[in-house]
């Protein structure tokens, strides 16, 4: 008898891998790729509840839509002149970096991540006035003035907004 269950759980496998992952309204257990691919035929077949449903599931694993976004939601700070020397000035500068894309991202009600606001030649430039490998020690001083300020609020304020309105949207 066990061995009858086996079997017919595994014919039941096999056959909604050869369906492919349309006839899933759950795509919870649905891999990134099939997840992909199923977005892909709900717009060829012109499915916008089928679409809904997928673009919610992506959202919730926070995933990208396009390639390039993935490389922008992990930009840095460069590690040139005082960015470079050991020391705590880099951590410094890509705290006062993201902290700054959050307050955008706030202020914009966007879902987007925080580093796809700029990048950080950007955001020196903008706030500093000044290109990353020019940031001197007054103007890490600025930044540290900034963290000390906003980080601990913005990062409060941020998080409860991506669970509230990123995660859990409807």
């Known amino acids: 008898m066990f061995a009858k269950m086996i079997t017919g759980l595994t014919a039941g496998f096999v056959l909604a891998g050869v369906a492919g992952v349309a006839w899933a309204e759950d795509y919870s257990a649905v891999s990134a790729p099939e997840l992909s691919a199923a977005a892909v035929a709900a717009v060829d077949a012109e499915d916008g509840d089928k679409l809904l449903t997928i673009l919610q599931e992506m959202q919730s694993r926070s995933m990208y839509f396009f390639e390039g976004d ?41 879902c987007t991540c925080p580093q796809a606001a700029r990048s950080f030649e950007e955001f020196s430039v903008e706030f500093l006035g000044v290109m990353p490998e020019d940031i001197t020690e007054t103007d890490m001083a600025k930044l540290r003035e900034y963290n000390i300020a906003n980080e601990y609020d913005v990062s409060d304020t941020y998080r409860s907004f991506r669970n509230k309105t990123c995660r859990d949207a409807p």
């Open 70 to 110: 993935e490389a922008l939601c992990r930009r840095e700070p460069p590690k040139v002149g005082l960015l470079a020397k050991p020391g705590f000035n880099f951590g410094t500068a890509r705290t006062a970096y993201q902290t700054f894309n959050k307050v955008q991202r706030l202020e914009e009600q966007s």
